[in-house]
């Protein structure tokens, strides 16, 4: 990005910290942009990277925290989507399992893992001819093979790699392999690659309207919301990627039909299987989904009339979710097993007429009928990379063409070729795990664990422990995460609230049992070290978390979504002090 102001920390300009926030306000408000990307989700993320690596200057606005939106909430999953197959969408499967490939090998090995699933047969004859045959052409569809090949399991096979699963539920199996991730972690990591292509980026700050100026977009108006200050943002493009907040933010221009999603977390011991699971629901799928020492079990698909800050779980997606999980298994899940809930909301393109959100099109659309302006709504987290690219794509011809700067080259999207930060040197590191742990004194398991979340940024969070050596306990009350974590959420990726290092860098608020309630305080004290909290601040970071928690769990409680909507409402009404945004957002 051409300077007008010296960058916070030349040496390490991937470092989110305070001081890059501060250097990206001003940078956002003391010149032109070539590319405003407003929406801090994994597209405008990716937006802003890619922008950036073409060399364009770029700014991002995220009213929240990166990936606090649908970004945080997905099931994790990095596929070409089974359904879409059967759909016959072949080319936006292929399109995903490209992507996927892509992840797993080159931009972000560790982030993105191998995860093998079980799809049980439950009709003798047909079935497993055809589910084989949707395998074998999801198998070939991808290009270079970057997870192994699906095969076929006897019923008593299946029941040795699942033995959790009812005996009278499967006359087979078929085992196939897709990928996951950590998608807020992801989304964090890819901030931080943009920043280090000299993108400036800011969370905290809402934009408010668009500035206009004979029919083209110019730029936008803004609120720093952790000062309250307006703010004004020049730029030549106005890029919005904005997910199920679309219409909110363009006035109805472009039709994003919000779909609400929930996902129920439980232990791992509850259900004994080596394997991910994979089930027909009447509407869709249902995946139980390996997540460390947990399962995620999800999703639901129904109509989110409501505002998109707030999609709340109600008692009814728990009821759902169990039942569903419980058809399949021999020894019964219930309320008590939980351990976290998360609800978001799928920007889903309003292209067909229809009520049922699960026929709606996943595939994403680039709307640049305004001049000065372009809207990316749709689309799924696995694809983010295309996405941006095309966003960024119709930027660029905006900016080229009749009323733009004609004659000015920019180069094509290199982000095939960008690795996230931490992915160099990742597998080095993967295979020295046994003397990393020798020399830090961490057991090799919390070695692993870190390399799978910050791949070659664990040197900093063990210079980290190795300057205050209290940093490599766990955060009591926080499961496996270490004060590291936190520091390093603050020094390095952008965590200016609680929720945010809670929510999002760690996933405490969805792996323990009290939501984060105890590990609250401790972890707000880490931070204030950071961030320059005083007594009060601190303290007040604790109670709005706890009461937020409250909030989901009074949701949690209701009936049906519009009870479990004004529970959350009603925590979010809560008068907020400066530097407070408001936390309508459900966790995970
Ligand atoms: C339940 C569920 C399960 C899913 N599972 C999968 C899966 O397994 N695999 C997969 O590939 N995809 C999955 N998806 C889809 C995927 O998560 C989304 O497509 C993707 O995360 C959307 O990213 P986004 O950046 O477009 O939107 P978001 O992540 O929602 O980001 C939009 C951002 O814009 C910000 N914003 C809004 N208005 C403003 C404003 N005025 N000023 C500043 N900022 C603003 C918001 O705060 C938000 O952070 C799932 C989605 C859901 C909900």
Not at 579 to 585: F, L, M, S, T, V
């Amino acid at each position: 990005m051409t300077s007008a102001a010296a960058h916070p920390e030349e040496a390490n300009p991937a470092a989110l910290n305070p001081a890059h926030r501060e250097w990206s306000l001003r940078m956002l408000t003391s010149q032109t942009l070539d590319v405003l990307v407003v929406g801090g989700g994994v597209t405008g993320a990716g937006a802003a990277l890619d922008a950036a690596a073409r060399g364009l200057s770029v700014g991002l606005i995220e009213a929240e925290d990166y990936a606090a939106g649908a970004s945080s909430k997905s099931s994790k999953l990095i596929h070409g989507g089974l359904r879409y197959l059967e759909m016959l969408d072949f080319g936006l499967v292929r399109e995903a399992l490209t992507e996927r490939g892509l992840l797993l090998t080159k931009l972000a090995p560790h982030l993105v893992k191998p995860v093998p699933f079980l799809w049980p047969l439950t009709h003798r004859g047909w079935e497993r001819p055809y589910v084989g045959t949707g395998l074998l052409l999801y198998d070939t569809m991808g290009g270079r093979r970057a997870v192994p090949r699906a095969r076929h399991l006897s019923k008593a096979k299946a029941l040795r790699v699942a033995p959790a699963l009812n005996p009278d539920a499967l006359v087979g199996a078929v085992q196939f392999y897709d990928a996951q991730e950590d998608a807020a972690r992801m989304v964090a990591c890819l901030a931080r690659t943009a920043a280090a292509h000299g993108a400036a980026l800011a969370t905290g700050v809402r934009m408010d309207g668009m500035l206009r100026r004979d029919g083209r977009v110019t730029g936008a108006t803004a609120t720093d919301l952790l000062t309250g200050a307006a703010i004004e943002i020049g730029a030549r493009h106005v890029a919005l990627a904005t997910g199920a907040w679309t219409s909110a933010n363009t006035g109805q221009e472009m039709r994003v039909r919000p779909s609400k999603g929930v996902h129920i977390v439980v232990p791992r011991h509850r259900i004994p299987m080596d394997t991910g699971l994979l089930t027909r629901t009447e509407k869709s799928v249902l995946f139980v989904i390996p997540w460390g020492e947990h399962w995620v079990i999800g999703d639901t698909d129904t109509e989110w009339p409501y505002e998109p800050s707030a999609p709340a779980a109600s008692k009814a997606d728990i009821d759902y979710l169990l039942a569903k999980a419980n058809a399949m298994l021999a020894d019964p899940l219930t309320a008590d097993d939980i351990e976290g809930v998360f609800a978001g909301l799928r920007p889903l393109v309003a292209a067909v007429d229809t009520a049922d959100t699960t026929r709606l099109s996943r595939e994403h659309t680039v709307d640049s009928s305004v001049p000065g302006l372009s809207v990316i709504a749709g689309g799924k987290y696995t694809t983010y990379r295309v996405m941006a690219r095309d966003l960024i794509d119709s930027a660029v011809r905006d900016l080229t063409g009749p009323g733009g700067e004609s004659g000015r080259l920019i180069p094509a999207s290199s982000t095939d070729r960008v690795p996230l930060a931490g992915a160099d040197g990742y597998r080095e590191r993967w295979a020295s795990r046994q003397r990393i742990a020798g020399t830090s004194g961490l057991p090799v398991r919390q070695v692993e664990r870190l390399l799978n979340r910050y791949g070659s940024d664990l040197d900093r969070l063990l210079d980290l422990i190795g300057d205050r050596p209290e940093l490599g306990d766990e955060i009591p009350g926080g499961g496996e995460y270490l004060g590291a974590e936190i520091v390093f959420a603050c020094g390095f990726e952008g965590a200016v609230h609680l929720d945010d290092a809670l929510a999002r860098r760690t996933r405490i608020t969805i792996e323990v049992r009290d939501r984060g309630h105890e590990a609250a305080a401790h972890a707000a004290t880490l931070m204030a070290g950071e961030l320059g909290w005083d007594a009060a601040r601190t303290a007040s970071e604790v109670s709005r978390y706890r009461s937020w928690i409250a909030a989901q769990l009074a949701g949690e409680a209701a009936p049906d979504d519009e009870h479990a909507y004004q529970a959350l409402k009603a925590a979010a009404a809560q008068p907020a002090s400066p530097g407070h945004r408001p936390q309508a957002r459900a966790c995970g």
